[in-house]
């Protein structure tokens, strides 16, 4: 049960006015506290204790939405829970008394960018192809490349039946006989770059995600995260 908030500043927060249009919906009598009609404007409500309604319809608490930034390490699971017992990303994030859950997956072994929330409809947004959201990630590979091969992944492949769509792909740094690869895909099949690179024989070592649209992973260390604003969410779709 929460803190006692004011009326007016409850229903704003349920999402069904706001605070101005909530007095005046309390001024007009069209508000009731457990049953009881109320016009006193400075009362004070306990959520989840009072029962609010709003022409005789319950008013539900919402919870507010949050977005995370989270740089994944490696032996977590992207799922809710685990059969297995293995550490799940949410469990990162302590601080958080909301229900998170991860927007789309990475592999046990994959680091990196992952954005964790409690708004699904921002989260069905961003996963959707017709936005085709840009996801970069830098791949250490099992030998180097050469321009053709890496032509051949820009182009497309033909991967389980169908072709992937144009990527962008390129040599970071020669890391001894193996290369630091970048590669940005707007697509998100299961273990994608991974089964990209073993196709053209390079198969991945290490995978870490970099970006999620244009929003960097930028200095967040291995485990550690922090919470996104509403400008830096609008980064995702430029
Ligand atoms: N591609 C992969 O192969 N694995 C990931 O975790 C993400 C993208």
Known sequence: ?????RLQKFIA????????KAEAYISAGRIAIDGQITKEMGIRIIPGKNKITFDGK????????????LNK??????????????PIVTSLVKESKARLFP???????????????NDGEFAQKIQHPSHGIDKT???LVKGCPNKEKIALLERGIFLEGKMTAPAAVS???????????????????????????????YPVLHLKRTAYGKLSLGRIALGDFRQLNPSELNKIFL
């Open 137 to 139: 990630y830098e791949a």
């Open 1 to 5: 049960m929460s803190n006692p908030i």
């Open 73 to 86: 390490p490696k032996g977590y699971v992207t799922t809710l829970s685990d059969p297995q017992g293995r």
């Open 103 to 117: 927007v789309g997956r990475l592999d046990l072994d994959t680091e990196g960018a992952l954005i964790l929330t």
């Open 58 to 69: 319950l008013v539900e608490a919402r919870e507010q939405l949050v977005y995370y930034l």
């Open 13 to 20: 927060q349920c999402g069904i006015a706001s605070r101005r």
């Open 171 to 201: 040599v970071v740094a020669k890391v001894g006989k193996n290369c630091l690869m970048q590669i940005t895909i707007h697509e998100g099949r299961k273990r994608q770059v991974k089964k990209m690179f073993a196709f053209i024989g």
